[in-house]
């Protein structure tokens, strides 16, 4: 069964420094997202991106993030400059096309666990 | 912003006991979805429901839209511990999850 994958699983850095985090979507999906899970908190929309571009974005997702497809396959989110608070599980998702009055899944990678100390 | 509230935030049960979740919100909404997190995991759909009033079952899960779509309830029949973990509720449109339900079965 096809799945969404991340990597790392894991990725400690330091304060200011640039992070790239990775996800493979499913194939042939074409609605791309990123959220965060602070430990112990809800959820949280960052982001989705559709066509090769930004359709929406949340408060959270300011100047020092930014996504790109850089090839067919991989979707990634980059932190320019990390902050403490930018300790996190992010999860990447992926979705098909949507047909019209169709809800379809979103499905979840299993997480990338960000530590910035 | 749709904002969803989930109640109760923590419950803590024993196997084989009936409970029910809670999500709510303010605003109507065009369809609501309910995932469940496992430690250490994305959150995984259980069902997306979408007409008012609509009930949905999942084996043991049962899945209520409230008739106005502005709340939904999850009720689980004799839970097991391997229904442990954190309920999720989601508006599909806007992509926003409540803080969920963590909800732990002991044996």
């Known amino acids: 069964e096809p799945e969404v994958t991340q990597t790392p699983s894991h990725q400690v850095t330091q304060m200011g420094q640039e992070v790239i985090l990775r996800c493979v979507p499913i194939?042939?999906?074409?609605?791309f997202y990123w959220y965060r899970q602070i430990l112990g908190q809800k959820v949280e929309f960052l982001v989705s991106?559709?066509?090769?571009?930004?359709?929406?974005k949340s408060e959270i997702f300011d100047d020092q993030f930014s996504v790109e497809r850089p090839d067919g396959s991989n979707f990634t989110l980059k932190i320019r400059s990390t902050k403490l608070e930018d300790s996190a599980m992010y999860f990447c998702?992926?979705?098909?096309?949507?047909?019209?009055?169709?809800?379809?899944?979103?499905?979840f990678g299993p997480g990338t666990r960000l530590t910035v100390l | 912003t749709q904002l969803l509230e989930q109640s109760p935030q923590f419950l803590s049960i024993q196997e084989g006991e009936n409970l029910t979740v809670y999500c709510n919100s303010s605003?109507?909404?065009?369809?609501l979805q309910w995932y469940r997190q496992e430690p250490g995991e994305g959150p995984v759909l259980l069902v997306t429901?979408?007409?008012?009033?609509e009930v949905k079952k999942l084996k043991r899960l049962t899945f209520q839209f409230g008739d106005a779509r502005k709340d939904s309830s999850l009720h689980i029949t004799a839970a097991q511990t391997g229904d442990t973990g954190l309920y999720l509720c989601?508006?599909?449109?806007?992509?926003?999850f409540g803080a969920g339900t963590r909800l732990t079965v002991k044996p």
């Open positions: 998702a992926s979705k098909d096309r949507t047909l019209e009055g169709s809800y379809n899944e979103q499905f």
């Open positions: 194939s042939n999906h074409l609605y």
């Open positions: 991106f559709y066509n090769n571009e930004i359709s929406e």
């Open positions: 605003s109507v909404f065009s369809s």
């Open positions: 429901v979408v007409t008012g009033g």
């Open positions: 989601a508006v599909n449109n806007d992509m926003r």
